[in-house]
């Protein structure tokens, strides 16, 4: 066990597994720092730097770079995963899958179905995503919700180092396309993590606190956000839990169901657009599930429905913090019914 960054913690993983397994390959832009360039080759390892090792490790037949084209990579990995190995793709932002969803949405997500389930499809599609880095609308996105939406993939949004590294090996272990979503302002997070290779189950939700006053169900790095609120909370004396899913496809509906019924009070914080978003959805299936223990309204903590601002302080006040997240659970908590 050792303090690593979330993203030693991703290459951790990746070294690991295709150590132990050699149909795991790798493609993406800039793996390898860059076919053709003339600077030193694998420098950096990636854009984010998680790939770093891998090309002087298991070289060019299983560390590819590829073209700036993700429909023709990703669709390249979702035919060879047909064939028997087991490919990690990268997609520098997830913002750039609208030039691949076919390949991901009516190919990848599909074979298992479309061949009355006598093939396989294990393929990981790395990505990150997210706002704060001062990135613009067009690098900045949280699409979980549309991956979510979709039969056939498993969606994984990992929110520290050692769950990264635990659900990163268990993503590229699976016989389904896992959708695997990093917050790029969470890479230079540490945290302790296993030396040793470990799985995390997808659909199992990660208790960070267990209050009996009201709970909050955050993603990615708004769970971190959901813990400082938390913390806020219990000096007024307040006790929240706090719970992050982890996957989002499958979901652990019946932990969410389990603590909504416990505590009555349902705070969900999520950084996708407020519309038809995991919010939403969660709202959804506690207001039918669970109705009949709420003592208040679900409240939604999201960003406004509007693209990602450029502007650092728009940005910063676009995304949901502790502040607003606390101010959320007492209001909660202060609810008193229609008379």
Known sequence: MGKKTFRAALNEALHQEM?????????????????????EQDAWGGAFGVTKGLLGAYGRKRVLDTPITESAFVGAAA???????????????????????????????????????????PMVLRATFGAGARSASQHSQALYPLFTHIPGLKVVIPSNP??????????????DPVIFLEHKMLYDEAGEVSDQ????????????????????????RMVGRAEEAA??????????????????????TETILEFAEETGRVI????????????????????????????????????????????????????????????????????????
């Open 19 to 39: 150590a132990a397994d050699p149909r795991v390959v790798v493609f993406g832009e800039d793996v390898t720092g860059g076919t053709g360039g003339d600077g």
């Open 79 to 121: 035919g060879a995963a047909l064939t028997g190995l087991r490919p990690v793709v990268e997609i520098m932002f997830v913002d750039f899958i609208g030039v691949c969803l076919d390949q991901v949405m009516n190919q990848a997500a599909k074979f298992r179905y479309m061949f009355g389930g006598k093939t396989r499809c």
């Open 162 to 175: 050692s769950d990264a590294k635990g659900l990163l090996i268990q993503a590229i272990r699976d016989d």
């Open 197 to 220: 290779p470990f799985t995390v189950p997808f659909g199992e939700a990660r208790i960070l606190r267990d209050g009996k006053d009201a709970t909050i169900i955050a993603f990615g």
């Open 231 to 252: 913390r806020m909370l219990s000096a007024e004396g307040i006790k929240v839990s706090v719970i992050d899913p982890r996957t989002t496809s499958p979901l652990d």
């Open 268 to 339: 969900v914080v999520d950084e996708a657009s407020p519309r038809c978003g995991m919010a939403a959805d969660i709202a959804s299936l506690v207001a039918e599930q669970a109705f009949g223990a709420l003592k208040a309204p679900i409240y939604k903590v999201t960003p406004p429905h509007t693209p990602v601002p450029y502007a650092p302080s728009l940005e910063d006040a676009y995304l949901p913090d502790a502040a607003r997240i606390a101010a959320t659970v007492r209001r909660s908590m202060a609810y008193k019914g229609k008379s």
